[in-house]
């Protein structure tokens, strides 16, 4: 197919597609889906050989969340019934760390709900960072608050953070339909804020929540843009309790599309298969990493994933290896970019991206109670209905904030 070797041939190079090229991707059928992955594996393997980094989530504070994002079993409103506790202590918190470096994560992922930190939140979580580093001076932090205000970014940069999430979610055109207490323009501040102090920036999508495949495209182009150093691509899940409860639009076919579309966009990028990959890949998992190279590991904020061990033993069924603690993530040009950025005090665009990658998935969560089936809306899916997988949809009820030993 001439729209694959093309591709493939910019992404060898480092170059990106065109919108039309990135748009013709997701338009490919269910004939063409092993070439489309097989050419976005050989740019992933160009930048990133048959590396797998694994990062791991600890939830610092879940729930009652004043924001109403649609998507979030924590927002104003929601119904789901997942955890819901204040902030965990510092000794907590590493200890539900350790478990994740214990599996093999290189980065920890610190995630609390809520619209933004408050200057004492920015202290409870540097005290945090401490007690984690204390254990594992080699481990990474990305930490993950909502929007930050002026100086926090520096606050913890200096605390010893080396990366900040904030994903962009979807388009700018459609950002209102599905949050209201903030913009799309608040989280690109965010980000902005969070590459001017040094930080390496994390800033993904999710997919399924009724988008168009020019919002897609839209949204991807817009972290090419912005210089996300690693892009989370979370599937929707669907939580009872939440406006996007019944939105079951996703076939494992239109993830491992989109997956590619990504990859092709930001071919030297760290690409993270994140929230929703057991219940929407299922089976597929395993396809998905060669076009990705960044997973998270065992549980995410209020889902369960799959066992820690089932991910590793996937890695490594599937001719792929876990990336040590020493390894840089990002290519070294990439890296040289952001050394030179961060030393001037700014990052960049596409061109000019800084750090070494990161990020955190959607909060993820599902009400005990199974939603209906529903019959999938997308052309892709097979005919009759796409029946909920009821066993892989859970609420975390394990890790962090419980007395349960977590997953990992």
Not at 50 to 66: E, T
Not at 238 to 248: D, H, Q, Y
Not at 268 to 283: C, F, K, N, Y
Request: aromatic share 4%; hydrophobic share 40%.
């Amino acid at each position: 197919m001439d729209l694959l070797d093309t591709l493939t041939a910019k992404g060898l190079r480092g170059e990106i597609p065109t919108r039309e090229e990135a748009l013709a991707v997701l338009a490919t059928t269910d004939d063409e889906l092993l070439d489309v992955v097989a050419a976005a594996g050989k740019v992933r393997r160009r930048w990133f050989g048959r590396r797998v980094k694994l990062n791991y989530l600890v939830n610092l504070k879940s729930g009652l969340c004043p924001e109403d994002c649609s998507y979030c079993s924590q927002r104003l409103g929601s119904k789901a019934e997942i955890l819901k506790y204040t902030w965990l202590k510092p000794d907590q918190a590493a200890d539900a760390a350790r478990a994740g470096v214990a599996g093999g994560a290189k980065r920890v992922c610190l995630v609390a709900s809520g619209r933004g930190p408050t200057d004492r939140d920015i202290d409870r979580v540097t005290d945090t960072m401490a007690a984690i580093k204390d254990a594992d001076p080699e481990v990474e932090i990305c930490v993950c608050l909502g929007l930050l205000s002026d100086n926090q970014a520096e606050r913890l940069k200096a605390a010893g953070a080396d990366a900040y999430n904030h994903n962009l979610n979807t388009s700018e055109g459609t950002y209102g339909d599905i949050a209201t207490t903030h913009t799309y323009a608040d989280r690109v501040d965010t980000v902005q804020k969070a590459h001017g102090a040094g930080l390496s920036a994390c800033s993904g999508l999710i997919a399924g929540m009724g988008e168009s495949d020019e919002d897609l495209v839209d949204v991807v182009f817009a972290l090419r843009e912005l210089g996300s150093d690693s892009v989370p691509v979370n599937f929707l899940i669907p939580f009872e309790g939440t406006p996007l409860a019944k939105e079951w639009n996703l076939t494992p076919q239109r993830c491992l599309r989109i997956l590619a579309m990504v990859r092709f966009v930001n071919p030297d990028t760290e690409v993270r298969i994140a929230g929703g990959r057991e219940v929407h890949l299922r089976s597929m998992q395993p396809l998905g990493l060669h076009v990705a190279n960044s997973i998270f590991l065992g549980d995410y904020l209020t889902s369960e994933g799959q066992a820690g061990q089932a991910d590793l033993d996937m890695i490594k069924d599937a001719g792929f290896e876990v990336e040590g603690a020493g390894e840089a993530t990002l290519p070294r040009h990439r890296a040289d970019i952001a050394e030179a950025a961060q030393a001037g005090g700014s990052c960049g665009t596409a061109a000019s991206a800084c750090g070494t990658g990161g990020g955190c998935g959607p909060c993820g969560g599902h009400a005990h109670a199974a939603a209906p089936a529903v019959e999938a809306t997308t052309s892709e899916s097979p005919e009759g209905d796409d029946e909920l997988r009821s066993d892989l949809v859970k609420v975390r009820r394990r890790g962090a904030g419980t007395e349960l030993a977590p997953n990992a």
